[in-house]
């Protein structure tokens, strides 16, 4: 099992800057692939962003890519989001995912992942 929590978030102005942490517990936190994900008020969790267990694939939705930056410190045990050139549409409660897995795959849909953090929460004014 792993633990999740996600840090980081806050409120900025639109084309401002952000970076997101998730911190997992166990020591193998390097065969996980972990995903960020979203949830605006009144909308369903959607998939942001995901990355491989040794952080040699990433993939990204249509609506961050080129904006947001996914990666992880084995190490530290640790996922990063970084999000530049925010926008209000960006405003949500963003959570971490993980999935024990060494494979290649990266998948998008919430049901790929069986641990979540508890969210943090990003306010893009205008």
């Known amino acids: 099992q792993v633990q999740l929590v996600e840090s980081g978030g806050g409120l900025v102005q639109a084309g401002g800057s952000l970076r997101l942490s998730c911190a997992g517990s166990?020591?193998?936190?390097?065969?996980?692939?972990m995903g960020w994900f979203r949830q605006a008020p009144g909308k369903e969790r959607v998939f942001v962003a995901v990355?491989?267990?040794?952080?040699?694939?990433?993939y990204y939705a249509d609506s961050v890519k080129g904006r947001f930056t996914i990666s992880r410190d084995n190490a530290k045990n640790t996922v990063y989001l970084q999000m530049n050139n925010l926008k209000p549409e960006d405003t949500a409660v963003y959570y971490c995912?993980?999935?024990?897995?060494?494979?290649?795959?990266?998948?998008?849909?919430?049901?790929?992942?069986?641990?979540w953090g508890q969210g943090t929460q990003v306010t893009v004014s205008s």
């Open positions: 990355i491989s267990w040794n952080g040699g694939r990433t």
């Open positions: 995912a993980a999935k024990f897995s060494v494979s290649s795959l990266l998948p998008t849909h919430t049901n790929n992942y069986d641990y």
């Open positions: 166990g020591s193998t936190f390097s065969s996980y692939r």
